[in-house]
């Protein structure tokens, strides 16, 4: 090859790699800026929606210790269902095969603190973020509610029901053991982000699976003695 032609490839590849990181950049301050309004910490602040969407993640980490993303999610979404701020919630993750099922491990959490069988629904097909907000309202019937998830994750799952028309809210879960937000942006994150804005308006990706509606029925609230 001859030097005239590597110089021009190391210069398009340069050029190609700081459009990509552009890109990327833009995507994440285009994510976060247009939902950060809609991400609360202080669940007094939150408004109020019939239904919680709790977003599935596993319920330990790779070395085998308890994950205290997931200890924080359930504890989150059952203070909201105590506090009055929802009276159901979806519990929305992977179930890829019979050692692994994130919707089982949170219903089993959830009633563990406390809040009836009646007012849970598992979502096995959350396979992503993307199809757990779909899904809400294709499958489960619901225009707006309140996403359950830690900060760093909120900014996407917000901005893909958004960008949806949804009318949705998210509430925020610690992240780390002692109580902490975790980190805002981990690396997985900020390209996560970048797809979101791929699949929304490039892609039009579908989840991996829809199936038949199941609205969500809510008990009837106990009139006054």
Not at 27 to 34: E, H, L, P, Q, T
Not at 108 to 115: D, F, K, N
Not at 166 to 192: C, K, M, Q
């Amino acid at each position: 090859m001859k030097p005239s032609t590597r110089r021009f490839l190391r210069r398009w590849i340069s050029f190609g790699a700081v459009m990509l990181a552009l890109a990327v950049l833009g995507a994440n301050r285009w994510v976060i800026n247009s939902t950060d309004a809609y991400v609360f910490k202080d669940w007094a602040l939150l408004p109020f929606n019939e239904v919680g969407v709790v977003l599935g993640t596993s319920k330990y980490m790779q070395s085998g210790k308890p994950s205290p993303e997931f200890r924080w999610r359930v504890t989150a979404a059952a203070d909201l269902y105590r506090n009055g701020k929802v009276k159901h919630l979806i519990v929305s993750g992977a179930n890829p095969d019979e050692t692994y099922n994130e919707p089982r491990h949170m219903y089993r959490e959830l009633v563990a603190q406390g809040v009836p069988e009646s007012a849970i629904t598992m979502d096995f097909a959350g396979f992503r973020t993307f199809d757990s907000v779909i899904r809400a309202k294709a499958v489960f019937g619901l225009d707006r509610f309140t996403i359950v998830t830690q900060k760093y994750h909120s900014y996407r799952a917000v901005f893909i029901g958004r960008k949806m028309d949804l009318n949705v809210v998210a509430y925020l879960a610690p992240a780390t053991s002692d109580g902490g937000p975790g980190n805002r942006h981990p690396v997985r994150e900020i390209f996560a982000r970048m797809k979101a804005v791929l699949d929304i308006f490039l892609l039009r990706t579908e989840p991996r699976f829809l199936g038949d509606p199941h609205p969500i029925q809510l008990a009837p609230e106990a009139e006054p003695a």
